[in-house]
């Protein structure tokens, strides 16, 4: 059973504050983009294995695709000995894409597929397991379900709290700078300049709430000018204290002729907006004789909104 696993971009995230549980209250616009890993799961005679040739290192019980599988697997007596999960990777590991949780989603669904028949195990059967694996698997649930679901929501909680949104298309000159964020890290990053924030007393959260209203009005209208004016993420200030290098990407994507430019997720790829193909052509070809070499790009790829 094969599944295609979607990279996402965020247009717009606000973290509102620290809960009590030690996680962090968010309210994100999130948009599946056409960059993929691919997920395929078979039936084997014993065990579980992950295969992924392009992170051979990673440790099973760290690979967001592994837990999935052992969550699924958890739940169900099934007339098999062991189930085999191969990844074939597209999406930079550290990049704020969410590939860890894409794959961790379509691994859910493959092993639905494979063996639930009669339609067991429902979407929001699925959304419960996703939301215990990882915060963004909720919404990856439905970009990568066949057909889709949906390809842009809000969402809000930890991430896992999704309500879908429509708008677009639109098109993203991605940066994919020579460095990886763990996003453990950029939210401790964040804490240490925000020590005392939490989220039901935060005495910014209605600018909050019209930054992310913003965003949400310009994707809906399709408006790739307002949209660009409108990105915001507050990881950039935590994770560009440290890595300089985002706010030179973002800078020079601007620059370069972009509407505006945003880092997604915890970083650390950057993308600027365009409003057509042949626009995010020349945004990265002007970007690419812009940047200096000691930046350390890695890749520059010009991804599609899903809709």
């Not at 057909?147 to 639109?170: Q, T």
């Not at 370069?256 to 626009?279: K, L, N, P, Q």
């Not at 000691?294 to 790829?301: E, H, L, Q, R, T």
């Amino acid at each position: 059973m094969k599944y295609n696993a979607f990279a996402k971009v965020n247009l717009g995230l606000s973290i509102v504050g620290k809960r009590q549980d030690g996680y962090h209250e968010i309210e994100t616009l999130m948009v599946a983009v056409d960059l993929f890993d691919v997920v395929e799961v078979k039936e084997t005679s014993q065990g579980l294995t992950v295969i992924c040739p392009d992170l051979p290192d990673v440790p099973e019980d760290c690979n967001l695709a592994y837990r999935a599988a052992k969550r699924f697997i958890g739940e169900e007596t099934y007339g098999t000995n062991g189930f085999e999960i191969r990844l074939t990777k597209s999406i930079p590991v550290g990049s704020g894409l969410g590939g860890g949780s894409s794959d961790a989603a379509a691994v859910l669904l493959a092993m639905r597929d494979l063996i639930c028949s009669g339609g067991r195990k429902t979407i929001d059967d699925l959304t419960h397991m996703a939301s215990e694996i990882g915060s963004d698997v909720p919404f990856f649930l439905g970009a990568n379900s066949n057909p889709s679901l949906w390809n842009a929501a809000l969402c809000r909680g930890r991430g896992e709290k999704v309500e879908e949104v429509k708008g677009g298309p639109f098109w993203l000159v991605t940066v994919f700078p020579q460095l990886s964020v763990g996003t453990r890290w950029a939210y401790n990053q964040w804490d240490i300049l925000n020590p005392s924030c939490d989220y039901k007393t935060h005495v910014t959260y209605g600018e909050k709430r019209y930054k992310i209203d913003k965003a949400l009005d310009a994707f809906s209208q399709g408006n790739p000018e307002m949209l660009g004016e409108a990105v915001f993420n507050d990881f950039e200030m935590p994770v560009g204290n440290f890595y300089p290098e985002i706010c030179v990407i973002k800078d020079a994507l601007v620059l370069a002729g972009a509407y505006g430019a945003c880092m997604t997720g915890s970083g650390s790829a950057v993308y600027g907006i365009c409003d057509s193909f042949e626009h995010g052509v020349a945004v990265k070809q002007r970007f690419l004789e812009l940047v200096p070499n000691k930046i350390g790009i890695v890749d520059v790829k010009i991804l599609k909104t899903r809709g």
